[in-house]
């Protein structure tokens, strides 16, 4: 916006000196070559004058006047007799034309000389060649050029200062939405400006502040439902364990056995829809987070579960590690879900592979895994909310796990697809902000109200 104001002030200034400059300069151009023809001119008339006179003493001033023309100046004078064709003619005449007699473009005047009775004497013709002129011309318009460049740059600062002053309001409005967008709900700005800014940032910050109330309303419904429900699904777990124990009763123990499995699918269902509901209502400011350490560190903590079914966890992992943005624990989240489901649909003695690539400004994570994979139509419906494919998630799934990741990708301004792996299976490609190794972690969390 800085350079726009300016470019539209310094052209208006462009306009203006044109519009000034351009008509004074050819006034002047036209008046100086009036003024060297009119030179020229009485040089001529008083040649003629000398050439009109009969006595010799006019003879001898029109050669020392002819003789010190040619010296002291850059033009000629020819003196053409009554019998030329121009003296015949009688006419005075005036043009900008190539001389023959300079070799060069001159201003060619001729002025017939007449005796007092009217006769023609003769005629006059003076050269006087136009680089002079020419040289002064540049002279002035190069001045006026160099003038209207330096009144152009003097007037580009000050445009830069003037724009910079008034977009300065504009500028912490944008300051404001990008620590918003990054998920400081406390992020404000500063009502200075003219009344329009002022009034902006008054609504805005209005808007962050209830926008920051939700959340936090949202966060204490997540932690009392949390609360709420775990506990009486604990207890009733329990209850039916002790129950089991006790039952000697074959079709008792399997509608006790059937219950337990519920109560466990229950406990797994909620403890989904609240780490969605923490997904959806948690803001948090994104942080560089070492991805090619991230996997290390999930591989470890998953290891040991794909070798109970002689699962392989590959890793491909660059030497330089590349940093993304992501909101801390998003990630490791992230990753635990994917991972999750990829074991749990590969074959026994498969592999899981893991990849990370950087490239611009953006990092990459490819999960691929070699179980049944899912069709086109299925893929389009894997991030719904409570579905399952048997290609994608067990018996035991919620049908919540690629949900709350697309939700988490989403927060750090990354996107996630689901695409055939090769060779059969499924790949989960993550693509997040990338994050210079020099990004340090913000002094305090932008989150909360």
Not at 136 to 143: E, K, P, T
Not at 153 to 174: F, K, Q
Not at 175 to 204: N, Q, Y
Not at 357 to 373: F, K, Q
Request: hydrophobic letters at 45%; zero cysteines.
């Amino acid at each position: 916006m800085i350079r726009q104001l300016v470019a539209s002030y310094v052209l208006l200034i462009a306009l203006a000196i044109a519009a000034f400059t351009v008509p004074v300069a050819f006034t002047l151009t036209a008046q100086l070559e009036g003024d060297l023809e009119l030179s020229v001119r009485r040089e001529a008339d008083t040649v003629a004058l000398l050439l009109a006179a009969p006595d010799e003493p006019s003879r001898q001033a029109l050669d020392r006047l002819v003789g010190a023309y040619q010296q002291q100046t850059l033009g000629r004078i020819e003196l053409l007799p009554a019998d030329s064709p121009e003296a015949k003619a009688g006419t005075n005449s005036a043009r900008w034309t190539h001389s023959p007699v300079l070799g060069a473009d001159a201003l060619v005047l001729t002025v017939p000389a007449r005796r007092p009775d009217g006769t023609v004497a003769g005629s006059v013709r003076v050269h006087y060649p136009e680089a002079p002129l020419e040289r002064r011309l540049w002279q002035i318009w190069g001045f006026r050029a160099a003038l209207a460049i330096g009144v152009l740059v003097v007037a580009a600062a000050a445009g830069v200062l003037v724009a910079r002053r008034l977009t300065r309001p504009l500028r912490e409005l944008t300051r404001m939405a990008a620590r918003f967008s990054d998920g400081d709900l406390r992020a404000r700005s500063a009502e200075t400006g003219p009344p329009e800014t002022r009034t902006l940032a008054r609504t805005l910050n209005s808007g962050a502040q209830r926008l920051g109330t939700l959340v936090d309303a949202q966060r204490a419904f997540v932690a009392d439902a949390s609360h709420q429900l775990r506990t009486p699904l604990t207890a009733l777990r329990l209850s039916l364990d002790n129950i089991g124990e006790e039952v000697t009763d074959e079709h008792t123990r399997e509608d006790v056995d059937t219950a337990t499995a519920e109560v466990v699918r229950m406990s797994r269902l909620v403890n989904g829809l609240l780490a969605l509901a923490k997904a959806e209502g948690q803001v948090a400011a994104p942080e560089p987070v070492g991805v090619a350490e991230l996997v290390r560190d999930r591989f470890e903590v998953w290891t040991p579960v794909a070798a109970e079914r002689g699962l392989r966890l590959l890793a491909e992992l660059p030497e330089e590690d590349p940093h993304a943005l992501a909101a801390p624990g998003h990630l490791e989240q992230v990753l635990d879900n994917v991972l999750s489901n990829a074991i749990e649909v590969s074959p026994d003695g498969g592999a899981v592979t893991v990849r990370a690539t950087a490239e611009g400004d953006r990092v990459t994570l490819v999960v691929l895994d070699e179980g049944p994979g899912l069709s086109e139509a299925e893929r389009a419906r894997a991030f719904d909310r409570f579905w399952r494919g048997q290609g994608l998630t067990g018996r035991g799934g919620s049908g919540l796990g690629l949900a709350i990741v697309k939700q988490l990708i989403a927060d750090a301004a990354g996107s996630v697809r689901l695409e055939p792996a090769p060779g059969g299976g499924l790949a989960v490609w993550i693509t997040l902000r990338a994050a210079g190794r020099g990004v340090t972690s913000p002094a305090s969390p932008r989150s909360g109200g």
